[in-house]
């Protein structure tokens, strides 16, 4: 079956532009994660999803980042006016209600590039 | 002090050989436990889950898992050069309960 797919891939931008990253988890996961992992380090928690609300944006770095999701299935991340310390692999990764929150299984990535 | 500690490594064994990656946390009421598994350049990719003291076995891994001391632990035994990766221990947040908190793994070498 399809697993939890991102898109864009790579994406290059210059600093001050807005991007949008896409996550589509695997059909009847509830949960959705967004995490971001920079070169050589962890993964840092950015958001998650139950159904289409977020119990927990803890993570958000600041108010430049946004997410949503919709139908309880695609979600986006938006980052604004990007800036260089932005560069890095955002995650998404989806769970089941069965498998709980531990059972996550992860798309990808995009791989964010800030000029 | 982090919530999910691991010894960063580069931890290098030779082919063969018992791989021990360690662990600790810090919430105390945290009772669901993963291990994740990251190859360079891939996502991670779940390889074990634990939820009660003891060890539990799949194959070539255990993990082994101390509430008392706040210790989780990933044997890999017969090791191989296909097991090098960045191996993620995850628990979960007793404050959130549909969070995990990742350490930031430990890298694991294994020499022919």
């Known amino acids: 079956g399809a697993g939890v797919s991102q898109s864009p891939s790579n994406k290059v931008t210059e600093k001050g532009k807005d991007v949008e990253l896409r996550c589509d988890p695997i059909?009847?996961?509830?949960?959705l994660y967004w995490y971001r992992q920079r070169l050589g380090q962890g993964l840092e928690f950015l958001i998650y999803?139950?159904?289409?609300?977020?119990?927990?944006k803890s993570g958000l770095p600041s108010d430049r980042f946004s997410a949503e999701r919709t139908g309880e299935s695609v979600s986006t991340l938006t980052i604004q006016r990007t800036q260089q310390e932005d560069s890095a692999v955002y995650l998404c990764?989806?769970?089941?209600?069965?498998?709980?929150?531990?059972?996550?299984?992860f798309g990808p990535g995009t791989r964010l590039t800030v000029l | 002090q982090k919530e999910v500690e691991q010894n960063s490594g580069p931890l290098s064994v030779p082919e063969g050989a018992i791989a021990s990656l360690n662990c600790t946390y810090s919430?105390?009421?945290?009772?669901?436990f993963f291990w994740y598994r990251q190859y360079s350049g891939k996502s991670p990719e779940l390889i074990m889950s634990?939820?009660?003291?003891g060890d539990k076995e799949d194959g070539r891994f255990t993990a082994q898992l101390n509430k008392a001391s706040q210790y989780v632990s990933l044997l890999i035994r017969d090791s191989q050069p296909s097991d090098s990766a960045t191996y993620l221990c995850?628990?979960?947040?007793?404050?959130?309960?549909?969070?995990?908190?990742f350490g930031s793994g430990t890298r694991l070498s294994i020499r022919p």
């Open positions: 990764a989806s769970s089941s209600q069965r498998g709980g929150p531990g059972e996550q299984f």
């Open positions: 995850a628990v979960n947040s007793y404050s959130s309960a549909s969070k995990i908190i």
């Open positions: 059909s009847g996961h509830t949960a």
């Open positions: 634990i939820y009660s003291n």
């Open positions: 919430d105390r009421g945290s009772q669901s």
């Open positions: 999803f139950q159904g289409n609300s977020a119990p927990d």
